[in-house]
C-alpha cells in the first residue's frame, strides 16, 4: 500500500509536467488574448460578447470533440465538414418534405454516422489509409449535398427548425416602456449547452470505460493493442462512426441557426477542428489528446477570430494568425517533449 | 523441473504447422508438444522460425497449414483472444506495449477489470498491479508513468506480470530475458521453476545455452524453418545443441550423453 501511495504521488508530479503541462499553456495562451483584447475592445468583454464566443466555437467545438477521439486513434477524419453539410441537408430536406423537426433532426445524425461507419470500414477492412480514405468521404459526402439540392439552399424551414440553433436557456425578456420587449440576459445558447454536454460525455467515454482506454491504446501502439486482445476493428469503427455522428449534429445546429440547409456550408471546418485539437495537445501521431485541450484549443480559436473580428481585422489576417498559431502549439510541445 | 512423461496428454500439440509469406518458407512441417509442468526450450539461429511459430500458438498469426491441440482437443486459434481462452499466454519478443498507457492499463489492456457500473475500476487495477509488478521486482516504482518512460528491464517486467497474472496453463516466452540484467535473469529463472513446479508448461525461446541447460527439461531445434531435433537436455551437450542449430543436425557418430560411456 506504502508503494502505490507512493507511486500515485510520483504520477501526479508526472503528469503535471507532461500532458497538463500543454493544457496549462493552451489556458494561459486563451486568458492572455482574452486580457489583450479586453484593452483594445471593452464591449469584447460584455456578457452579450462572451455568448457569442460561446456560440460561434460550439460548432468547431463539436467537430473537434470527434476529431479528438479519430486523433487519438492515429487517424485523421477529413469528412466532417461536407459530413456536416450534407447531413444538415438531409435535415432540412425531410422537414421540407413534411417530417416533423426531431426525427428529422435525428435522421440528419444518423446520416453522419453512416458517413463515419462508411470511413471505418473503407479504413479497416479495405485497409485504405484514413487520410485516403477521409479525403473521398469529404468529395463524396459533398458531392451527395450539392446533388441533393441542385446545389440551392433549402429556405422557410419554419421557427420550429430554428429553435435548437437559436434558441437559448434562461433568457429574460421585459415589456418594456415603449411596448417593446427588452433583453435583460439573452441567455444561455442551446448550442453551447449541447457542446458542453457533449463534451462531458466524451470524455467520460476516453477516460472511464473501457472502449476509450481502447481508442489511447489503439493509437498507441496498434499491434501491441492486437495482441492484448483489443478489438481493434471495432474501435476505429466506433470512433469515426462517432465523429461522423457529431458531425451531423453540429450540421444541424449550424443549419437551424440559419434557418436554413446550406449544402455549401462547412467548408475546411475539418481544419479548424483538426486545429483545435492539434492547439489542444492532441499528437497526430496518436495516442495522446483529451477533450479538455481540445475545449481550450477550440476557444483559442473562436476568441481570436472574434478579437480580430471586433478590431476589423480582415479573415484574411484571421487565417494567417491561426496558421501561426498551430504551427506554434506545436513547435512548444515539440520542445517540450525532446528535453 | 519435471519429467516429460508426468501425464500422457500433452498440454499442447502443434501438428504438421506451415507458414510462408510469398516465397519465405518460414516455418515448414513443424510439430511441437508440451506436456504439464514442462520447461521446452524452443532454440535456432536468427530467423530459423522460432518467433513464427510462437505466434502462430498464440493467435497473433494464421498458420497456412497444421493443427493445434490443447488438453487433446483440436482448437481454432485465429486471434490472440482464442489463445487466452485455451489458457495461452505469450511474452512477445518485441513486448508489445502501449507506450503511452501506464503499467496497470497495460497490464489489464484487454481485459480491464470494471466497477458495478462498468466503469473502469482503476484503484483495484493499481492495486493488483502493484502486487504482482512487486512480486517480480520490490522496487518497481512509476506506476502511474507511461510505459514509454520506463527501462528496457521495467517493461519487461510489465510484459512477463501481464503473461502470469490471468489464469495461465501454457506460458510462451520469446526472449524474455533479452533486456534484463543478471539478477532480473536469476528472477525469471526462479519465476520459470515455480511455474512449472505448479504445473504450468513454458515454452521458452532463447539464445542463452546456460539458461536453457539450467531450466529446460527439453529442447527443439529449428533451421530454416524445419524442426530438426527434439531431445531430452540429458541426451545432449551443449556442442551437439550448437551443431543443431547451426548444421541442422546432430554431429557424426553421436550418442546420446546420457548413455556414452556404459
Ligand atoms: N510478418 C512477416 N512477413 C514476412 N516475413 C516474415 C514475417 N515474420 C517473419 N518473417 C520471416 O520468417 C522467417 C522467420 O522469422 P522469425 O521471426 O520466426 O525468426 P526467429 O527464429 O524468431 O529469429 P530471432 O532469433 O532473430 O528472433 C524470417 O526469414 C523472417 O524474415
Ligand atoms: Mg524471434
Known sequence: MAHIEKAQVGALRFNISAGTFHKFSALLTLVILVVVFSFGNAAFLSVNNGLTILLQTSVIGLLGIGMTMVIITGGIDLSVGSVLALSGTVTGMMVKSGLPVVPAMLLGVLTGAACGLFNGFVITKMRITPFVATLGMMLIARGFALQLTGAAPISRLGDAFGVLGNGALFRIVEQGNNGFPRVVFPGIPYPAILLVVVAVIAAYLLNRRQIGRHIYAVGSNEEAARLAGVEVHRTKLIAYSLSGALAGLSGIVLMSRLITAQPNEGVMYELDAIAAAVIGGASLMGGVGSISGTMIGGFIIGVLRNGLNMGGVSSFIQQIVIGFVVIGAVYIDQIRNRR | ?262
Open chain 2, 1 to 262: 523441473m519435471a519429467t516429460a512423461s508426468q501425464t500422457n496428454t500433452p498440454l499442447v500439440e502443434m501438428i504438421d504447422i506451415e507458414k510462408h509469406f510469398g516465397g519465405v518458407r518460414a516455418v515448414n512441417g513443424v510439430s511441437l508438444d508440451l506436456f504439464p509442468g514442462e520447461v521446452v526450450g524452443v532454440l535456432g539461429h536468427n530467423g530459423a522460425g522460432k518467433s513464427c511459430l510462437m505466434r502462430i500458438l498464440s493467435g497473433a498469426m494464421i498458420p497456412n497449414e497444421g493443427r493445434i491441440k490443447v488438453g487433446g482437443e483440436d482448437k481454432t486459434i485465429h486471434t490472440p483472444h482464442d489463445a487466452r481462452d485455451c489458457g495461452i499466454e505469450t511474452i512477445y519478443q518485441s513486448l508489445a506495449l502501449a507506450d503511452h498507457l501506464d503499467a496497470p492499463a497495460n497490464l489489464f489492456l484487454g481485459r480491464e477489470l470494471k466497477t458495478r457500473f462498468g466503469n473502469l475500476d482503476e484503484k483495484r487495477m493499481m492495486e493488483e498491479a502493484a502486487k504482482v509488478l512487486h512480486r517480480l521486482n520490490p522496487n518497481f516504482k512509476n506506476l502511474s508513468d507511461p510505459v514509454s518512460s520506463l527501462s528496457g528491464g521495467q517493461r519487461q517486467v510489465i510484459a512477463i506480470a501481464r503473461a502470469i497474472y490471468f489464469n495461465v496453463k501454457i506460458l510462451i516466452m520469446d526472449e524474455p530475458t533479452a533486456a534484463l540484467g543478471p539478477s532480473e535473469t536469476a528472477m525469471v529463472g526462479e519465476l520459470i521453476r515455480h511455474l512449472s513446479s505448479e504445473g504450468i508448461g513454458i515454452l521458452l525461446v532463447s539464445h542463452d545455452m546456460h539458461d536453457v541447460f539450467e531450466l529446460c527439461d527439453r529442447i527443439m531445434v529449428m533451421n530454416k524453418g524445419h524442426m530438426v531435433g527434439a531431445h531430452p537436455i540429458d541426451e545432449v551437450s551443449k556442442d551437439d545443441v550448437l551443431s543443431l542449430i547451426i548444421k541442422g543436425g546432430l554431429p557424426d557418430g553421436w550418442t546420446p550423453r546420457n548413455k556414452q560411456l556404459n
